[in-house]
Structures are given as C-alpha cells and as structure tokens.
C-alpha cells in the first residue's frame, strides 16, 4: 500500500489537495507473494490507517516541502524512518492502535514472512512496545 498526493495536488493549495492510496491485489515480501483479499481484515484496516497516518502527515505540508519529501525518502534511510514513525504515530493518537498492533504481529509473528522483512519493519516503524507506551501516555494525560 502506497499513500501519495496525486501530481496536480501539489500544485494546489493545501486544502483543495486530493490523495490516493495504491493497494495491490497481491504483494510479495521477499519472495513470499500474498494475496490482498487473503489478509485478515482488522490487518488491512491497520494497515489503511499507517497509509491515513502518511496523509496526515502531508496535510500540513506545502507542495514544495512534498517534492522534498519524496526525494528524501528516496535517499536518506533515516528519513524513511522519521516518515514511517511519524505515519505510525499519527494512526495510534486517532485510536488506531488496537488495528496497527495487529498488522504488527501479523508480520512480526508470521512465520512465512522472511526475517529480513520483519528486520526493516523492526528498523523503521513503531514496535509494539513503544505503541503500547503511547497509548499508555494518552490513557494517562486523559484520565487526569
Ligand atoms: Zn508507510
């Protein structure tokens, strides 16, 4: 899956933008090719709200900042990492944590997933952990 602005939005202003999100019928993960339809629901809708997580994050951004953005995420592997953490971090403060834990485990815990795929998901986005302590820090700040 694939959250982007479309080409034109970059050239409008900030709330007149559209984006898409690509979904492919079938994926490979080294190697291994799984069919979309196949993927446990609650999977998809988590994995849907990391994509909701990427929009968000481009909202605020000017169409400039965007190009920018897409050049370095291209080149800097540390950047994939801000941008992934960041997508990830926006979908668990609008609730959807319970959904990102599970598209989580369904790659940490998937025994036909390579580990040098579970290796690049543990290197770039939010583990577990540290979204479980999230969720943690908002129940705390909520409740008083
Ligand atoms: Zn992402």
Do not use: C
């Not at 069919?35 to 909701?52: A, F, I, Y």
């Not at 370095?72 to 668990?92: C, G, I």
């Not at 998901?121 to 908002?138: A, G, N």
């Amino acid at each position: 899956m694939q959250a982007q602005p479309t080409f034109g939005a970059l050239f409008r202003s900030k709330d007149k933008r559209d984006y898409t999100i690509l979904i492919s019928e079938k994926f490979k993960i080294t190697g291994e090719e799984f069919k979309t339809v196949d993927v446990p629901s609650d999977v998809l809708v988590g994995w849907l709200g990391h994509e909701m997580g990427h929009i968000m994050d481009y909202q605020h951004r000017s169409g400039l900042n965007l190009i920018g953005f897409g050049f370095r995420y291209v080149l800097l592997k540390e950047f994939v990492k801000k941008a992934e953490r960041a997508a990830d971090s926006f979908a668990v403060t609008h609730g959807m944590s319970d959904y990102i834990l599970k598209t989580k485990r369904f790659i940490l815990d998937n025994s036909d997933i390579h580990p040098t795929y579970k290796e690049r998901i543990k290197q770039y986005y939010l583990s577990p952990d540290e979204i479980l302590e999230m969720v943690e820090e908002m129940d705390s700040t909520k409740n008083g």
